[in-house]
Nanobody
Framework: EVQLVESGGGLVQPGGSLRLSCAAS????????MSWVRQAPGKGPEWVST????????YYADSVKGRFTTSRDNAKNMLYLQMDSLKPEDTAVYYC???????????????????WGQGTQVTVSS
């Protein structure tokens, strides 16, 4: 059974930092591209970032580029999202997600994702 479990969310002041983690199990983690997706209150889900199966340079939405950093540790089956210079508009539930069809071409198409975590809440507020 595929499991994705996010952690690390919380309340942070504007300009602060948080590091999210996603623990993966039940599939060959190192063979899958992995993504972060977020959903802000009252809005639809938004693709945030994708990192390819072997790592390398991740891809980012323009809204987070230069502030967020995605990484993975295939030996530990872990995905990470380092979030710096946080803004109130970053407030959302953050999900890790993956699927067999996720590539650099399909990564922003949320319908292509097969597996999702339960999400972790990030709130940016003073």
């Amino acid at each position: 059974e595929v499991q994705l479990v996010e952690s690390g969310g919380g309340l942070v002041q504007p300009g602060g930092s948080l590091r999210l983690s996603c623990a993966a199990s039940g599939f060959s983690f190192g063979s899958y591209a992995m993504s972060w997706v977020r959903q802000a209150p009252g809005k639809g889900p938004e693709w945030v970032s994708t990192i390819r199966d072997g790592g390398g340079t991740p891809y980012y939405a323009d809204s987070v580029k230069g502030r967020f950093t995605t990484s993975r540790d295939n030996a530990k089956n872990m995905l990470y999202l380092q979030m710096d210079s946080l803004k109130p508009e970053d407030t959302a539930v953050y999900y890790c997600a993956t699927g067999e069809r996720i590539t650099v071409v399909t990564m922003t198409s949320l319908d292509e994702y097969d597996y999702w975590g339960q999400g972790t809440q990030v709130t940016v507020s003073s």
